[in-house]
C-alpha cells in the first residue's frame, strides 16, 4: 500500500474488478395460439424466422381478415422479432391448457410467450404460472379487446377490472389497447391483441 508522507492531491490508478453487465436476449418468442390451415398438427413447436417462414409452414391459405393469430405473427416480425416458435392450439378450444405450453418445455431460449387474443383469466393463469415455476421466461399477456380506461388495468380481473393477478418475480405483463392492423389495400382492417407486436419490440 503506497504512503503519501507530504499533504497534496494524489493521483492513484487502481485495476477495475467490476466486469460488464450484459442484458438477458429477448429474441426469441413462443406463441400459441388457433390458426386454421396448414399441416402442423396441435402442441408440436415449429420455429420460424420470418413471416414468410411462417406462411409457408402454416399454409399459403392464411388470411389476415380470418386469422388473428396469423396477424399477430406478422406484427411481431414488422416490429423487429427475428425468431419464434408457434405452437398451435386446439380450434375449439376456449382457454389455454397446461397441455399446451408442456409442448414448449424442452426448448431452449424462449424468453418470451404470449397466446395473441386470449384475455380469459385461466389463460392467463397457465402462462404466469409456466413463468413463475421457471423463473427463465417472460408472459406478454393481452387485456380484453373493450380496454380503453386505465382504470380498468388497475383492477384485478376477479373484481371486475381488466388485469391479471401480479406474478412473483415480476415474470409476467398485460399490454392495452389492441392494434388495427390492415389486412388489404383498401383499407380494411382487423382489430388485434398488441402482445405480437409488443414481443416484436422487445426483441
Same mark, same amino acid.
Given at each position: &500500500? ?12 487502481? /485495476? +477495475? ?21 396448414? #399441416? ?20 399459403? #391459405?392464411?388470411? !389476415?381478415?380470418?386469422? %388473428?393469430?396469423?396477424?399477430?405473427? =406478422?406484427?411481431?416480425?414488422? #416490429?423487429?422479432?427475428?425468431? @419464434?416458435?408457434?405452437?398451435?392450439? +386446439?380450434?375449439? @378450444?376456449?382457454?389455454? $391448457?397446461? @397441455?399446451?405450453? @408442456? ?12 397466446? /395473441?387474443? &386470449?384475455?380469459?383469466?385461466?389463460? !392467463?393463469?397457465?402462462?404466469?404460472? !409456466?413463468?413463475?415455476? =421457471? ?8 387485456? /380484453? %379487446? ?8 388497475? =383492477?384485478? +380481473? /376477479? ?5 391479471? =393477478? ?18 388489404? $389495400? ?18
Amino acid at each position: &500500500m503506497p504512503r503519501f508522507l507530504s499533504p497534496g492531491v494524489f493521483l492513484r490508478e487502481v /485495476p +477495475a474488478n467490476a466486469h460488464p453487465i450484459h442484458g438477458d436476449g429477448t429474441n426469441t418468442t413462443c406463441f400459441l395460439g388457433q390458426l386454421n390451415g396448414g #399441416n402442423v398438427p396441435v402442441d408440436v413447436p415449429v420455429v420460424v424466422t420470418s413471416f414468410s417462414d411462417f406462411v409457408q409452414r402454416y399454409g399459403q #391459405n392464411i388470411d !389476415h381478415a380470418s386469422e %388473428p393469430f396469423a396477424a399477430a405473427i =406478422r406484427g411481431f416480425f414488422d #416490429n423487429g422479432g427475428r425468431r @419464434a416458435y408457434v405452437v398451435r392450439i +386446439a380450434s375449439d @378450444a376456449s382457454t389455454l $391448457s397446461d @397441455a399446451d405450453v @408442456a409442448a414448449t418445455e424442452d426448448i431452449e431460449g424462449i424468453s418470451l410467450i404470449a397466446c /395473441p387474443g &386470449m384475455t380469459d383469466v385461466a389463460s !392467463h393463469e397457465v402462462l404466469i404460472s !409456466h413463468c413463475e415455476r =421457471r423463473a427463465d421466461r417472460f408472459a406478454v399477456l393481452d387485456t /380484453p %379487446p373493450e380496454v380503453t380506461n386505465v382504470n380498468d388495468i388497475r =383492477r384485478l +380481473a /376477479p373484481l371486475g377490472g381488466a388485469r391479471p =393477478r401480479d406474478a412473483h418475480g415480476g415474470v409476467a405483463a398485460a399490454y392495452a389497447p389492441w392494434v388495427d392492423v390492415a389486412t388489404s $389495400s383498401d383499407g380494411s382492417t382487423l382489430r388485434i391483441g398488441p402482445s405480437g407486436h409488443v414481443c416484436g419490440a422487445f426483441a
